[in-house]
């Protein structure tokens, strides 16, 4: 069984500072999703990332697929309040349709 | 990518009794899939629904706990039945997004149903 190791699992942070969350396996992924939810709604796609080494920027989000397409990470530079949430890495397995969800980290951004 | 209407949002149950859950999206979609999130944690299959069969259904998670229908290609529900307090939990819906382009793959998520078994 696939499984994908999030950390940390909660983190809370100042407005301004800069924070990564690491998303981690054992196996190869096709591609990873990185998603975001907010209190009472579903996860929402930020990004997904699908070639080794890849780095993809989303405002002050950047992304990066391992080489070996094995873990990933998610940079936040200089937090808002705005990014609080619960953060989701989703690996896509090698070879099938089926999709394997870390345990999340939830960042508090303060004020 | 697809807009998913999820009903209902939140409901508060009877332990014994069963809930029913319904999920439209507003386009045509070959599988729906059913998770079940528990607060601040992250997401657990449930099962894959596909229109015109019986869903998959997922290690833990059996077919007279959870029946699943699926009449058409933008419907889907969900029951849990027989509810305990264990129960209580987020259910969400989803669908896939299939872009021509891989770099867009993604899932499409319905805004949960959240569940409190008394």
């Known amino acids: 069984t696939q499984l994908l190791e999030q950390s940390p699992q909660f983190l809370s942070i100042q407005e301004g500072e800069n924070l990564t969350v690491y998303c981690n396996s054992s196996?190869?992924?096709?591609?990873l999703q990185w998603y975001r939810q907010e209190p009472g709604e579903g996860p929402v796609l930020l990004v997904t990332?699908?070639?080794?080494?890849e780095v993809k920027k989303l405002k002050r989000l950047t992304f990066q697929f391992g080489d070996a397409r094995k873990d990933s990470s998610l940079h936040i530079t200089a937090a808002q309040p705005g990014d609080t949430g619960l953060y989701l890495c989703?690996?896509?397995?090698?070879?099938?349709?089926?999709?394997?969800f870390g345990a999340g980290t939830r960042l508090f951004v303060k004020a | 990518s697809a807009v998913i209407s999820q009903k209902p949002s939140r409901d508060i149950c009877q332990r014994g009794t069963s809930l029913t859950i319904q999920c439209q999206v507003d386009s045509q979609v070959t599988m729906m899939f059913w998770y079940r999130q528990q607060p601040g944690q992250s997401l657990t299959l449930i099962a894959t629904?596909?229109?015109?069969?019986?869903?998959?259904?997922e290690s833990g998670f059996v077919i007279d706990k959870f029946p699943i229908s699926r009449p058409n290609l933008t419907f889907s529900t969900l029951t849990v039945s027989n509810m305990s307090p264990e129960d209580s939990s987020i259910y969400l819906c989803?669908?896939?997004?299939?872009?021509?382009?891989?770099?867009?793959?993604?899932?499409?998520f319905g805004s949960g149903t959240r569940l409190t078994v008394v």
């Open positions: 989803s669908v896939e997004d299939l872009p021509s382009i891989r770099a867009n793959y993604g899932y499409t």
């Open positions: 990332v699908v070639t080794g080494g």
């Open positions: 989703a690996g896509a397995q090698a070879g099938g349709f089926k999709t394997i």
């Open positions: 196996s190869v992924f096709s591609s």
């Open positions: 629904a596909n229109q015109g069969s019986e869903a998959t259904y």
